[in-house]
């Protein structure tokens, strides 16, 4: 499985940006997926979660209310829609999907940059 994740760049405080996470021909079905971030410095944190069918999401609670994640699987791809940034959103987002939680299949990063 290969996820190429895009959407990140440059926002002001209040902004927003979407993300999308697309997967390869070869994903197979049934894989959850997720939404990782790291901030320089600071260890990777789980940012949200969606089961396969998207009827189960998982938000941490710095982004409840202002994040959601979304799926269309007959398009192979995750989005995850970021409103009211804020400067503490800054870091580089990698997408992930696997069985249940164990996220074995990442995408390459894509850079958030939230500016004051």
């Known amino acids: 499985v290969q996820l190429q994740a895009s959407g990140g760049g440059l926002a002001q405080a209040g902004g927003s940006l979407r993300l999308s996470c697309a997967a390869s021909r070869r994903t197979s079905s049934g894989l959850a997926a997720a939404w990782f971030r790291q901030a320089p410095g600071k260890e990777r944190e789980l940012v949200a979660d969606i089961s396969w069918s998207g009827g189960t999401a998982y938000y941490v609670a710095s982004v409840q209310g202002r994040f959601t994640i979304s799926r269309d699987n007959a398009k192979k791809t995750v989005y995850l829609q970021m409103n009211s940034l804020k400067p503490e959103d800054t870091a580089v987002y990698y997408c992930?999907?696997?069985?249940?939680?164990?996220?074995?299949?990442w995408g390459q990063g894509t850079l958030v940059t939230v500016s004051s």
């Open positions: 992930a999907a696997g069985p249940g939680s164990r996220y074995i299949y």
